[in-house]
């Protein structure tokens, strides 16, 4: 019973190199969501996305981000023409629905370095 | 908006104290309260969920507080052991949403 899988665990771009981030969710699960890490801060909402819809983006920048949650496969993150200050650790958590006290399960994040 | 923050941001202490990690945050209208621990390189482990109607929530040597009125959790872990040392994290949650606070990195000296 596998947790919530990401790959890559890291990820190098050069500024204006496109970077895609996978997110497989737990076996049960169809709410993703995505959560970015920057350096001494703590985790930030970024996207909320059932199974084909996106349900609350307002974390999510506005230009060169974009997400995806299709009905095979997993989530991805992508993020264009990426920037120094992209980098960060990217979080994908899933929960099985969406209620008042539903755990999410997170998974092992992914690395994003911008040289 | 949620702002959530966690006091200190390090702790080293020898193995068998007891330790107290404090969180608080700005909105009371919260779903609920969770504390996390988090390993480096590695995700984010679930510990505690206080529902907002509750007080407190216990788990082995973990028990976490929940104050709502004045804003505050509180985690206790009793009898440090090397095995705690960690990032913490609070966060409060509302609806699917979750506002984390930057964490405390504990570091439990053998």
């Known amino acids: 019973n596998a947790g919530v899988m990401q790959n890559p665990r890291h990820l190098v771009r050069r500024r204006g190199q496109e970077a895609r981030l996978r997110c497989s969710p737990m076996k049960g699960h169809s709410h993703v969501y995505w959560y970015r890490q920057l350096p001494e801060e703590g985790l930030k909402f970024m996207v909320y996305l059932q199974k084909e819809n996106i349900i609350d983006e307002s974390g999510m920048p506005k230009e060169r981000f974009s997400a995806e949650f299709p009905k095979e496969g997993p989530s991805i993150l992508r993020i264009q023409q990426v920037v120094r200050g992209d980098s960060a650790a990217y979080f994908c958590a899933s929960s099985r629905d969406r209620g008042r006290d539903e755990k999410l399960f997170f998974g092992s994040g992914t690395q994003l370095s911008v040289l | 908006k949620q702002e959530v923050t966690q006091i200190p941001a390090a702790l080293s202490v020898p193995e068998g104290e007891n330790l107290v990690l404090n969180c608080s945050f700005t909105d009371s209208a919260i779903y609920n309260l969770q504390w996390f621990r988090q390993d480096p390189g590695k995700g984010l482990t679930s510990l505690l969920l206080?529902?907002?109607?509750?007080r407190e929530q216990t788990s082995g040597r973990l028990n976490a507080s929940l104050d709502k009125s004045s804003g505050r959790s509180t985690l206790y872990i009793a009898a440090s052991q090397p095995g705690d040392s960690a990032t913490y994290l609070c966060a409060a949650g509302f609806d699917y949403k979750l506002s984390f606070g930057a964490g405390t990195t504990v570091t439990v000296r053998a």
């Open positions: 206080i529902q907002s109607s509750q």
